[in-house]
């Protein structure tokens, strides 16, 4: 019965991801119904109408008890038959049948309640479709639909013989095999297009996960080949001029030197241009980054508010504060599960405050590295980030880029605020970053101008 606490203990509800939040309301809701109908078909219908004789209230007693315990199979088979109907495990014939042989057994209790004249008809019709649904529910995401429809007709034609001898009415026999086949349809609807819309939106969420790495291929691709452009002709040139002024030395000849002197300049040229590449690679605009947030945001069904304008800001600090909307949008995306999510630039007496604030914050447990520890390549993606999986320190953490340190934290930060920490350095920037409220987290990045002084908000 309370097998569904096994899924939430030890996961708080606001950890959950949106997938993970709609597949738990899908279990708990099937559980509730299994319980919901027993109760009103079985239960109630059951103490109203069962005669006072001894038998008769032993056959209900046990009905009672067969339906209560069929309850208790159907919740603790509920995730492994939505498993198995997901892709993820497979559940054997064999653990279906104590629910079969407790069908069984109910159906055989309701036909000796029948021919003891122990409770109506209505009552017994009611009964039938209440220990059919919980069986329904799970037989129905573990086979085919067609097997199932085929079985379930059957299943009714065996139910209206039985039930023909003791009532041998043709409406009350019709009656029977409607109800049959509204028990089993329903069980097979209510369980299978739940099932299916949790298919679906896990297909979306693993797409999403494949089209973030495509794209990170993809940027990958680019860097290289923009690379391989620049630098392809001149090494080819290097290895040409070099082999050259070899053989011009082995001889003797002063033209050696000058063909050495032209693979400096080259090499020189080269290193210029690879700085080129890299530094445009690395750049980011910032009133690109607002739009781009917004609209990712949004797509994702997050309401997102931007205020601000970058346009009047030094390249080197839009640049710089681009970082930091990139990194947080990012971590919003892939971390909590955030409904409302709010981006501010705005001015103050000498220098440019931007604030990132959403209200799914995740706690990771996982350890983060040391601050001012910075990784190797392997750290970040195709676009220059740091590594997004983990998370920003604790509340009131507060990371001074100048310095390096994080105060209030326990002394740990992400490496995604180390890398935002490098790029703030070079503006004289810091950045503070920590929980707020319940379930809230707010990045404040603050970055001084040379020669303002008066007080200005940014508007958009």
Known sequence: MFGWI????????????????????????????????????????????VGRRPLPLALGGLLLLGGALSCVEANRRTRPALDHYLGRAELPPRELRPSVVLLALELALILALAVQGGADAVAVRLFIGAVLLPVGLLYGLVVPVPVFLRRSLVLSVVLMAAFAWTEPDLAGITTVGMLTAFATLFSLLAGRCGAWTLSVLWEAERAREV??????????????????????????????????????????RADAVEQMIEVQRIAQESQREVRDVVRGYREADLGAELTGAQGVLRAAGIACEVHGDAGALPAEVQSALGWVV???????????????????????????????????????????????TQRGDTGRD???????????????????????????????????????????????????????????????????????????????
């Open 6 to 49: 096994r899924g939430w203990h030890g996961r708080h509800w606001r950890e959950r991801s949106k997938a993970e939040r709609v597949e738990l309301q899908s279990v708990v809701t099937w559980y509730v119904t299994t319980w919901f109908f027993s109760l009103s078909w079985l239960a109630l219908p059951l103490v109203g109408s």
């Open 211 to 252: 089209e973030a790495r495509l794209a990170v291929a993809e940027e990958r691709l680019r860097f290289g080949r923009d690379l391989h452009d620049v630098m392809g002709r001149n090494l080819a040139v290097i290895a040409l001029k070099s082999e050259l002024a070899v053989q011009l030395a082995r001889r003797g």
């Open 326 to 372: 990139r990194e947080s949008t990012t971590n919003v995306l892939r971390h909590g599960a955030a409904e409302r999510c709010s981006v501010a630039l705005r001015r103050t007496e000498g220098c440019v405050v931007l604030t990132v604030e959403n209200d799914g914050a995740r706690p990771d447990p996982a350890p983060d590295p040391a601050p001012g």
């Open 382 to 460: 195709a676009m220059g980030r740091g590594d997004t999986d983990r998370h920003d320190p604790g509340p009131g953490d507060a990371v001074h880029s100048g310095g390096g340190t994080v105060a209030g934290g326990g002394g740990r930060g992400g490496s995604g605020l180390a890398g935002l920490r490098e790029r703030l350095l070079r503006v004289d920037g810091t950045l503070q970053a920590g929980f707020v409220g319940t379930g809230g987290y707010r990045v404040v990045a603050q970055v001084p101008l040379d020669g303002e002084s008066t007080v200005k908000e940014v508007t958009s």
